[in-house]
C-alpha cells in the first residue's frame, strides 16, 4: 500500500479506460483490491499503475508483426523466384525438370540424390481405395485423394512422428497412395511415378515425349514460394499438425478456382477452340462475369511470363496428337498478347498437357495435388524446426454496425 492519495472508483475506471461495471469485475477476480468507506470505493494508485501498465503490455503488438501486404515474411530454404526464374536449393528448376519426379521430390525431402529411387504405397492402400470407392458418383478424382489422405494416416503406426526421416518416408508412401487411389483408365507404360499418374487420368498409351512433359510438371509445380496452399500447410505445422494433417490442410486451400484448380477453366476454355470456335467469342465468355483475369494466363510473379508454361508447352510441341491443342495455345497467346500483354501460366500448360492426353478438365488439380504434396511437407519439415505456432498472426478488433436478418446489433457490454 502507497500513502499516495487513493482513486476513487470513478478516477480508477477513467485512468483504466474501462467502465465502473468492468473495474468491479477486476476486483471480484481477485486482479485489483479495493477499500470500502462511507465515502465509497477507493484504489491505491500505485497498483492502478501497475495493472494499466500489465494490460498494456498484454495489449501491444509484437513489434516483428507486420501491417499490410506482405502480412509476414517467412524464410524458405527451397524454392526461389528470381528475376524471372525459378530455383530449387540454387539449381534451375528447368534443369530439374529433366528428372524423375521421384528422383527431385526425394532430394527435397531428405537432401539425398538417388537416380534409382521409386516410392511405393504403405499398407493402408487398400482402405483408402475402399473409402475412395464409396464417395458419391459425382466425386472427382481430387477427391479420392483427399479421402485417401485420412485413411493412409489412419493405417501409419507412427503418424504422429515428426522425425525427419519418419516424414520423408511417410511422405513418399503418401504421395505414391495418393496416385494408386485414383481408378486405372490405361495400361501404364513404365516403373515411375509419372507413368502410374498418367495411366490413373488418361485412357490414352503414354509416349515418351509425354510422360517426360508430365514428369516435368511434377517437378514444376513442387514448390513456389508462399502459395496460399504452402502458408495453410505451413500454418498447421507450426501447431505440430502431423505430416497427413499438413496435406489436408494444403489441399483445402488448393481447392480454389484461383489457386490449385484454375487449369480446369483453361482446359474447358482451350477445349473450345480446339474444336473449332473464335478465340474472341472463347475469351469473351469466360470473362463474362467480369471477375478475375483470363484463365491460364498472368503471374504476377513472373511478369515476363511463367517459366513454367514456356518450358511445359515447349514440350508439349513433341507430344503426339498435340498439335490441335498447341495451335490453340497459340491462338490464344497471341490474342491475349496483342490485347492485354499478358502471357500464358503453368494453369494453361497443365490445361494443354491434360486436354491433349484426353484427360477430364480437373485432371491439372490432381496432377498440380501430386506434386505440391512433397512441397508442402518439405515447409512443414522447415516449421517443425521452428518454435510452435509462430504463425499466429494477431487479429484487430474493428467494431462495426451488424444485423442479423433484420434484428437490432447485439448490445456489446464490456
Do not use: C
Not at 2 to 28: F, H, N
Not at 36 to 48: N, T, Y
Not at 342 to 363: E, K, Q, R, T
Amino acid at each position: 500500500m502507497s500513502d499516495l492519495p487513493r482513486l476513487t472508483a470513478e478516477q480508477t475506471a477513467e485512468r483504466l479506460g474501462v467502465k465502473l461495471e468492468t473495474l468491479y469485475a477486476y476486483v471480484a477476480r481477485g486482479l485489483l483490491t479495493r477499500e470500502r468507506s462511507a465515502a465509497g470505493s477507493s484504489f491505491d494508485p500505485l497498483e492502478v499503475e501497475a495493472f494499466a501498465s500489465a494490460r498494456r503490455r498484454r495489449a501491444a503488438p509484437e513489434p516483428a508483426r507486420s501491417e499490410g501486404r506482405p502480412l509476414m515474411v517467412v524464410e524458405t530454404d527451397f524454392a526461389l523466384i528470381d528475376d524471372g526464374e525459378l530455383y530449387y536449393r540454387g539449381r534451375p528448376a528447368a534443369e530439374l525438370a529433366r528428372e524423375p519426379f521421384e528422383v527431385v521430390a526425394h532430394w527435397a525431402l531428405t537432401g539425398r540424390w538417388d537416380a534409382s529411387v521409386r516410392f511405393a504405397p504403405g499398407p493402408g492402400l487398400d482402405a483408402a481405395r475402399r473409402v475412395a470407392d464409396a464417395l458419391p458418383p459425382g466425386a472427382g478424382d481430387r477427391d479420392r485423394q483427399l479421402v485417401a489422405v485420412t485413411a493412409l494416416a489412419a493405417a501409419d503406426p507412427l503418424r504422429t512422428s515428426l522425425d525427419p526421416e519418419a516424414v520423408a518416408g511417410a511422405a513418399e508412401r503418401l504421395i505414391a497412395g495418393m496416385v494408386a487411389v485414383l481408378p486405372v483408365k490405361s495400361a501404364p507404360e513404365g516403373p515411375t511415378l509419372a507413368a502410374e499418374l498418367w495411366s490413373r487420368l488418361s485412357p490414352l498409351p503414354a509416349s515418351p515425349a509425354a510422360l517426360r512433359t508430365l514428369d516435368a510438371a511434377l517437378v514444376l509445380l513442387l514448390d513456389h514460394d508462399l502459395a496460399v496452399s504452402t502458408l495453410a500447410a505451413r500454418a498447421a505445422a507450426s501447431a505440430r499438425a502431423t505430416p497427413y494433417a499438413v496435406v489436408v490442410a494444403g489441399l483445402g486451400a488448393l481447392d480454389s478456382p484461383l489457386h490449385g484448380n484454375a487449369s480446369r477453366a483453361a482446359h474447358r476454355m482451350l477445349a473450345r477452340v480446339a474444336a473449332g470456335e473464335e478465340p474472341a467469342r472463347v475469351v469473351a465468355d469466360a470473362v463474362v462475369d467480369g471477375r478475375g483475369p483470363v484463365p491460364g494466363f498472368g503471374q504476377p510473379l513472373y511478369p515476363a511470363g511463367d517459366p513454367r508454361a514456356r518450358i511445359l508447352l515447349g514440350m508439349l510441341a513433341a507430344v503426339p496428337g498435340a498439335e490441335p491443342v498447341a495451335a490453340a495455345v497459340d491462338a490464344l497467346a497471341a490474342l491475349l498478347r496483342d490485347r492485354t500483354g499478358v502471357a500464358p501460366n503453368v494453369d494453361l500448360a497443365l490445361a494443354a498437357l491434360s486436354l491433349a492426353a484426353g484427360m477430364p478438365d480437373d485432371a491439372g488439380e490432381v496432377i498440380f495435388a501430386t506434386a505440391r504434396t512433397p512441397g508442402w511437407i518439405l515447409h512443414a519439415l522447415s516449421e517443425y524446426r521452428q518454435p510452435p505456432l509462430r504463425l499466429r498472426p494477431l487479429g484487430r478488433y474493428t467494431r462495426r454496425d451488424v444485423t442479423d436478418r433484420g434484428n437490432p446489433p447485439p448490445d456489446f457490454r464490456d
